[in-house]
């Protein structure tokens, strides 16, 4: 069956190490997606890409970049992590724009 | 910054009883809404979505539209305590779906 995977489902590093969090789905869906979600926030978007080569920045980009070079991934990094950017990591991807988005798992990333 | 507004909750209803989740947003321009299912340490789940005005009606659950009020709601029939979650609305924006912060949902037995 066609899925989205993350890893790793949890991670602990310390303020200013680069931290990289993969995303891979065999939907072979063109867009996907990185929402992080804390409590009181909900679900934002932090970058977003349509297809290979192209990504876009989400409403909370500072501190993220991404990088398209196959359909089936979409790694996260974090530069320089931050205490702030403590937070629950979520892919997603969906075939059309406005077609059914799918989540991952999600990471669980703490910074110290 | 275009808002998608939920009361975050909780929301109690006794087991047997319908259970009304709210939504409204500010971008007018939202053509397609979305009801996602979110169990505590879990990823959201795809309930229903709905692009006309009117209702939607997908087993136990059903989507109301109202785009002249920018109102978007999600009612559970026959509520279980299985269905205790958080309720999660999205509006797309056109290029990417846009969350409100949830309700949560308590069916009490």
């Known amino acids: 069956d066609a899925e989205i995977t993350q890893s790793p489902r949890h991670k602990i590093t310390e303020t200013g190490r680069q931290v990289t969090l993969a995303c891979h789905q065999t939907w072979n869906h063109n867009n996907m997606f990185w929402y992080r979600q804390d409590l009181g926030h909900g679900l934002r978007l932090i970058h977003y890409?349509?297809?290979?080569?192209?990504?876009n920045k989400g409403e909370v980009s500072d501190g993220y970049s991404v990088s398209r070079s196959n359909t089936e991934d979409l790694p996260l990094t974090l530069e320089s992590a931050a205490s702030s950017q403590t937070s629950v990591y979520f892919c997603?991807?969906?075939?059309?724009?406005?077609?059914?988005?799918?989540f991952g798992p999600g990471t669980r990333l703490t910074v110290l | 910054q275009k808002e998608v507004e939920q009361n975050s909750g909780p929301l109690s209803v006794p087991e047997g009883a319908i259970a009304s989740l709210n939504c409204t947003y500010s971008d007018r321009g939202s053509q397609s809404f979305f009801w996602y299912r979110q169990y505590s340490g879990k990823s959201p789940e795809l309930i229903m979505f709905i692009y006309s005005n009117g209702d939607k009606e997908d087993g136990r659950f059903t989507a109301q539209l109202n785009k002249a009020s920018q109102y978007v709601s999600l009612l559970i029939r026959d509520s279980q305590p299985s269905d205790s979650a958080t309720y999660l609305c999205?509006?797309?924006?056109?290029?990417?779906?846009?969350f409100g912060k949830g309700t949560s949902l308590l069916v009490t037995p």
């Open positions: 999205a509006a797309f924006t056109g290029y990417a779906l846009n």
């Open positions: 997603a991807s969906r075939q059309g724009r406005a077609d059914t988005q799918y």
């Open positions: 890409s349509y297809g290979v080569h192209d990504t």
